[in-house]
């Protein structure tokens, strides 16, 4: 539970004249995966956001490695790198499903902040939802 | 002054595996046109938002004669096509820059609604400056 | 097998600022859910376009009757309106899952293309598996 | 010239339920800037590919530090940070026009690659005139 795998596929709206999926979308991807892993962690990122909490993302980075294609069966691996009184670190393993390869790896940092954009706490009963283990590849 | 014209240039992200700009791109085109067509006729959407009021797309279409490309200057001309007291429709025409060609017409279709997203009139001061015209292209 | 029931999640970045999901990415689904029922129908889209043959979308109309929320589970039936030597045109229905309430319905025609981007044929075993239906709600 | 300053309007379908632009925006508008400043320099992106040169992004990074909002302008400041045979970086400052505010910084780095996917290297006449240098603020 401490990583989740989250799968989908890559749609042809996501794909460019490269013929691969456009590097904006693993953003978009390992946002998907977060959400998800939350979910499974027992945090609803969308009642956070009813609560007045919301994360936005402060800080992002991908390296990508192979390119994927349209109707590619993708998997994200998604776990948390380090969490502090305002701060979470997300990392994130893309990898193609078909044969594991890995295509990307990325990391993004989140910070609280209340209703009128301004830093709070992330309060202590999600913090103890959002266990750190050491990153399971390189980024 | 009845209609706008607002240019752009394709964007590389825009582009999908076929080598054109994916077909979901041209409604938010034409939404950044209608934004400046009302932002000219005097009603900034950003302020009706902060006032309350939102307009929502109820009904869209697009029709596609030719692809646009990776860095082509492309004119979206906007105006109104009918406005009553809780809906304005608009009409779009999206050219090639470089030679006028026709590339694809739209019409959307928006409704007023309050801050809980009820249905309500749109106020008459804003109505007044939404001032329909003929389709000057058949959509 | 006549109509593709094609599950996703409303995703974050799908979201605009009325807090609801941006009518644009309603087009997108809808390709997601297209490629999706020619699959289960026994045409590979990508294998398609690998051998040379392009479906463009050149009609697309969407009637929005109730927003979606980042987070919810939709499901978007998709079906065969119509189908001619060239084109092809498909029927979609957008629901919440939860409640099964309908949120939006569209409609969009597609044109075979070779890979010069001129109007061709679509192959007749293609087309022997596209076998429209009538429209199971009014588009 | 060695620095292109790159306007643009935030659309409402870069925004979130946030209500601010989503941050997998941001390495769009990155790129938007990045072929402005290649058109610039005398490299049109554009032609490189018709060519069969592609340059895919392997590395990005985005620091945001202030969120942007719906019709905002933004300028977008772009420059070369380092060339080699085979890989080009690109810093960027991304402002709001309206107060001069630094609201993100960003770094992406490509690599050359031909038709097939595979690693080549920069014909000298274009890497001649991607000339870098040094970061004019702290990415």
């Given at each position: ?34 959400t ?27 390296r990508?490695?192979q390119?994927?294609r349209?109707?590619d ?7 948390v790198?380090d969490?502090a ?10 990898e193609?499903?078909?044969?594991g390869?890995?295509l ?9 902040v209340?209703?009128?954009y ?7 009963e ?10 399971p590849?390189?980024?």
């Amino acid at each position: 539970m401490d990583i989740t795998e989250y799968e989908l596929r890559v749609r042809y709206a996501e794909t460019d004249q490269m013929g691969v999926a456009h590097h904006s979308h693993y953003l978009v991807w390992c946002e998907a995966a977060r959400t998800d892993h939350m979910r499974r962690r027992g945090v609803s990122y969308r009642d956070l956001e009813l609560q007045g909490l919301k994360l936005p993302v402060v800080d992002a980075r991908v390296r990508f490695r192979q390119a994927s294609r349209f109707d590619d069966l993708i998997r994200v691996r998604c776990w948390v790198r380090d969490v502090a009184s305002r701060r979470v670190s997300f990392g994130y393993a893309i990898e193609r499903c078909d044969d594991g390869v890995l295509l990307a790896t990325a990391q993004t940092s989140l910070v609280a902040v209340d209703s009128n954009y301004v830093l709070t706490t992330i309060p202590p009963e999600i913090r103890a939802k959002l266990v750190p283990i050491p990153d399971p590849v390189r980024l």
